[in-house]
């Protein structure tokens, strides 16, 4: 019995040290033109917008999955989910992103208040090769004195100016405060 309860501590624990976050981040899903559950980031700064299509890869045994192509020219194009995840100040995720193509893969966190909106990006940058690759960020939350206090998270991803970036997944795990 003391070893069942041990065990059942020990699990409980390591739930406590990662959550999962939830956001289709494989592209199983698709709508019409975007993964379900992502949209475009159509803001003013984004024009002239980019392109974001769904591709089919096949794997060496056959195997097809899904993945998004995103493409920039003269702005960055940006995509980022549905889901909004509570979130405050010191907080910690894990957002980490397979990609390959040419140019500058764009991930991170939009961060927002929960009655004001956006208030701040917490914006990574990596150099893509032509092979799939992990890139692998962990962002601290943070308020914005001026904007307000963060209350959700949503995950993004994007190609900088002139890139050419094919994502095949994206995961992100709330992690402990530090």
Sequence with gaps: MKKFVLLAMLIMGCAAIAN???INGDFKKVGKTMPSGWIQNKGKWAEPFGAIKILKLTEK?????NAVQITSTTVRTEMYTTTKVPA???DVFEVKVDAKGTGTLIYGLYVYSEKDGWIHSNRQTAKVTGDFQEYKATITVKDNAKKGNAGIVRVFIGADVNSDIVVKKVEADLKNKE
Excluded: F, Q, S
Excluded at 61 to 65: I, K, L, M, R, T
């Design 88 to 90: 405050k100040a010191g």
């Design 61 to 65: 045994g056959g195997d097809a999955e």
């Design 20 to 22: 999962d976050v939830a």
